[in-house]
């Protein structure tokens, strides 16, 4: 009989198990990398793929190959890059046998004049090529865990470079390598401007067919009558998947059944059922199903919507055409669907029990906010349009939907619902206008009996009563009319309001948000309903808004922008053949024009009295700020484009680029006085050094050439591939900035060093620009944004609003505001200070802890970059404290201080806590975990201390780092652990979705199940009668003592999220790697305030102890304090009102009525 452990379920089976299938796979992989070719093999989770490497290892080495794998989930993916090619190169050599003859931390110390990726090249020809003579094959498995690194591009394309050497390098024929992971070849390089991932052989990694598992029929051979036949009934379940097909064939060797001979299809089934499908999350251990699950509906591309719709499409079909499309690729991926002779079905019999139609429509109803009167109109075939949304319920359903990837029928409902509100919005205007009319024909009525009566009172007062009454009844019918076309007019410039603040179009939503606060203020009659809609729309508007003004007018496209020096007065040049002169205010002071002239770029003199233009023609002009012509000259040759003109700081020289390869120097004469030549191509951009020595200029061949004032030509370096349209010196002459055709901001020394990669657009960036102190670089890009940066590389903020593409940005004198120049005819100014928020930076490295000392007056944050740092609620960084780990990668998860403020702890990857004194010092290390520490909590005495961990425990420990109890809850992963308020009980966030209660002597007092996926984050709310959790089902729930769930707070889309609660307990703020941070009223669990970040996931969160202050740390590195306070209805008006201010005021476009809003 067979040994019950015959199958084994999880992991990579070793070389020669008795279970082991040979496929097609094995032939194909083998072949290829013994014929040197690059193979990957990417497929879904749990199909073998790291079984099928250690067999190919093993047969290659016995043929004398040398081979080495690296799995990355080693490695870690939030690293450095420095760390994470460290831990590669030290996987490699312990692979390859090489780590005695080979020091790692010697050898890596030696290359650090290098970048990471060139070390790794390094140890390919100094070290591997030279120690092995013959064929050398490197696997790298599981590549997906490094999929969202930033870096990840440029190990792949280091992956491709090896390949393409070897038409250069002989040597190179000797090595190759195995990608394995869940992937498509077009997630490995997705930048568009690199070389795809294009080379290599795919090998196809099927499921199991019957006539090749004989090695799993001799698992059934003495337990059952018939193994081949119990075999054919596991395959229909399974389709051969290997990872299911091992778990049935174990459970049938273990089960009681007799199976009996012709009773296979009964038993096989009745055991599938009962051990598979029926309560299949609680029973699908090792994970396999819940991993199907939450790749499908916790999607990290924010695709959830259209694989959705994807499957449903099979579900209802049967199968679909595939045609590899994006979204089919990662529905395949998912492990769901396979593809079969060119369509797409679902993989097996288990997965379509359990994948079915009804858990399809839970899944949507609890996605779509919209879910019963989309299923209610596709029941009516699409012809029942009161199951249409409108009003306010269409427009949360399309901020919803705002960042999804939506089903073609998500998009045909909300497209129908759309046409179906404009129907009725004309339909309102025409009732409007026909109330309006009755109205006014009921009060003629009324004016004209009175005049009767007055006259014939005598005679007619019959006649008078029957005419007041109709009167009357129609003035009462065409009032209620009017009111409820007022309701709609107030509640359609709300959802107009949320709409264009959706769309970044900031200043138009805060005034429809004000125009609807104040006639909501003007009526006595509004329900709640309207009332919360508005306060709603104008608590976005004005927490949001970051456009203070605009400057309107121009008919073509705005070139450029630029404050003056003394910070009173703004000049814009555009297209339109016109140079304007603002003031600083957005009043229009001068406008000066000169036909058939399109303007290129305009500036003030260093000394603020002058004005010189340059236009496309070579046309140079100089104003003084009264509008008076100074003097016009043609600078070059009228056929040649020119881009930018600056004047020297001593204001005696002006400089202008030109297509014509050369730079011109003119005195403010206009008498030519230099002519630089050098460039080989057209210059497009150039800046004046503020020392007056020196000018730097930018070609199209991506070249940067540094100039004395006299001509000289001083260096000259490639900074980019393509064009450089902008260049721009820092104020301390010391560094240049430069924009790319290639979508790069970079900084460089004055020697040509790159110091900085900047950062990335979307598009090329047209101009870059300093601030005053040097700290923040500013870039404007044809991909209709303008984004600040900190010289360290640091995505600051984001400005979205232009519709066209972006010319210019400049900075105020005094920093607080920066200014844009479109191409869709605008110039918009943008407050740089947002009063909502303060940023500190100072990490290198991803955050994932965040935490308020207990006065308040200190937040201390950690993460990747191996440091604690501590902060003053100014920003000034005080003390930063390094662990000194000699770990590659060593995360702080989580981090508290102790109730007098005196201590923190932090809980660590490294499987520790340790604490530590504010000086610096390590007070102490706790071991005892198996696994991370995921995260730590202090009692409220500070006597003891509480930790939760990956390894599945919950450990109680004393102070001085004795281990008191653990607490094991056989449920997974622990994810977060607090203490209620008065120490006596202890809570804990599970794998599984359970929180479970626990008192201090480890008994389970109470599971809480409500979640369907697991729980992320769990409190105790201050005054000890709400447990709140957070799940990565997208929930946050509140729950009584008792675990009954009291009431579930949705908003967040896909991602982690992290909460706390106000000292108070009567907000709660939670944090999400969907970019938001929102606030919650405990009482009713409606949302109060959202907060969007700049566009990286927020890891955690933290309240000041007086409740004015949220503290958030993020995956850019930064550490931000917000604002928590939330203003009632008139402190919204008021501050909506004064931001909108000089708007108001200045604005010519306004129309007069909306410019008296405020007033």
Known sequence: MTNLNYYKLGGSLEYQHPTYVVRQADYDLYEGLKNGDLCYVLNSRQMGKSSLRVHIMKQLKEQGIQCASVDLTRIGSHVTPSEWYGGFVSELLRGFGLSRKVNFGTWWRSQEFLPPKQRLSELIDDVLLTEFTGKIIIFVDEIDSILRIKFKDDFFAFIRACYNQRADNSEYQRLTFCLLGVATPSNLIADTNRTPFNIGRAIELTGFKLNEIDALIRGFEGRVARPKAIMEEVLKWTGGQPFLTQKLCQLICNSSYSFLEHQEKQCVEELVQNQIIENWEAQDEPEHLRTIRDRLTLNAENQTGRL?????????????????????????????????????????????????????????????????????????????????????????????????????????????????????????????????????????????????????????????????????????????????????????????????????????????????????????????????????????????????????????????????????????????????????????????????????????????????????????????????EIITFQGQDEEEFVSSICFTPDGKLIAAPSEDNTVKLWNIKGQAIKTLKGHNDSVWSISCSPDNKTLVTGDQEGVVKIWSIDGRELKTFKASKKSIFGVSFSPDGKAIATAGGDNTVKLWSLDGQELKNIGRHENYVNSVSFSSDGQIIASASADNTVKLWSIDGKELKKFKGHNHSVFGASFSHDGKIIASASADNTVKLWSINNQELKTFSGHNDSLWAVSFSPDGKIIASAGDDKTIKLWSLDGQQFKSISPNSDLVWNRVWNLHFSPNGQIIATAN??????????????????????????????????????????????????????????????????????????????????????????????????????????????????????????????????????????????????????????????????????????????????????????GYPFWNISFSPDGKKIASVSEDGLVELWNAETLDFEQLIARGCNWLDDYLRNNSRLNEKDKQICK
């Open 308 to 628: 959705l719709g994807l499957y449903q499409q099979i579900l209802h079909q049967g199968e679909i055409p595939a045609d590899d499309s994006p979204e089919q690729m990662q529905l395949r991926l998912t492990g769901l669907i396979v593809k079969q002779q060119g369509k797409l079905q679902i993989y097996n019999r288990i997965y379509a029990e359990i994948f079915n139609q009804v858990w399809l429509d839970k899944i949507l109803t609890n996605i779509r906010p919209y879910a019963q009167m989309l299923n209610a109109w596709v029941n009516s075939n699409f012809q029942d349009e009161s199951r249409l949304l409108r009003g306010q319920t269409l427009q949360d359903a399309r901020n919803w939907a705002a960042d999804k990837g939506l089903s073609d029928l998500d998009r045909r409902f909300l497209d129908a619902s759309q046409e179906l509100e404009k129907r009725d919005v004309q339909k309102k205007l025409q009732a409007e206008a026909e109330a309006s009319k009755i109205l006014a024909e009921a009060n003629e009525v009324l004016f004209l009996a009175n005049q009767k009566a007055k006259r014939r009172i005598q005679i007619g007062g019959v006649v008078l009563a029957i005419a007041l009454i109709t009167a009357i009844v129609a003035g009462i019918w065409a009032n209620t009319m009017i009111k409820d076309i007022q309701r709609e007019r107030i509640k359609s410039l709300s959802i107009s309001s949320t709409a264009l603040l959706n769309s970044n179009q900031e200043l138009d939503a805060l005034v429809a948000a004000l125009k609807a606060a104040m006639q909501l203020q003007s009526t006595t009659w509004a329900d709640a309903n309207t009332r919360e809609s508005v306060r709603l729309a104008l608590q976005r508007a004005v927490y949001k808004v970051k456009e203070r003004n605009r400057l309107e007018g121009y008919n073509d496209a705005v070139r450029s922008v630029n404050f003056s020096p003394n910070g009173q007065n703004i000049v814009t040049a555009s297209e339109d053949n016109t140079v304007k002169l603002w003031s600083i205010d957005g009043r229009e002071i001068k406008k000066f024009t000169a036909p058939n002239q399109i303007f290129i770029s305009a500036t003030f003199s260093p000394d603020s009295k002058m004005i010189a233009a340059i236009s496309a023609n070579n046309t140079v002009k100089i104003w003084g700020l009264d509008g008076r």
């Open 909 to 1094: 990857s490294e499987k520790t806590i340790k604490l530590w004194h504010l000086n610096g010092q390590n007070l102490r290390i706790f071991t005892g975990h198996k696994d991370e520490v995921i995260d730590i909590s202090f009692s409220s005495n500070g006597q003891t201390l509480v930790s939760a961990s990956y390894d599945g425990t919950v450990k109680l420990w004393a102070i001085n780092g004795r281990e008191l109890r653990t607490f094991r809850a056989n449920a997974g992963k622990v994810r977060s652990v607090n203490f209620s308020p008065n120490g006596q009980t202890i809570v804990s966030a599970h794998n599984d979705g359970t929180i479970r209660l626990w008192n201090l002597e480890g008994k389970n007092l109470k599971t809480i199940r409500g979640h369907s996926s697991y729980v992320t984050d769990v409190h105790f709310s201050p005054d000890s009668q709400i447990i709140a959790s957070a799940s990565r089902d997208n929930t946050i729930k509140l729950w009584s003592l008792d675990g009954h769930e009291l009431k579930t707070l949705k908003g967040h889309t896909p991602g982690e999220i992290r909460f706390s609660f106000s000292p108070d307990g009567k907000i709660l703020a939670s944090a999400s790697a969907d970019n938001t941070i929102r606030l919650w009223q405990v009482t009713n669990g409606q949302e109060i305030k959202t907060i969007e970040g700049n």
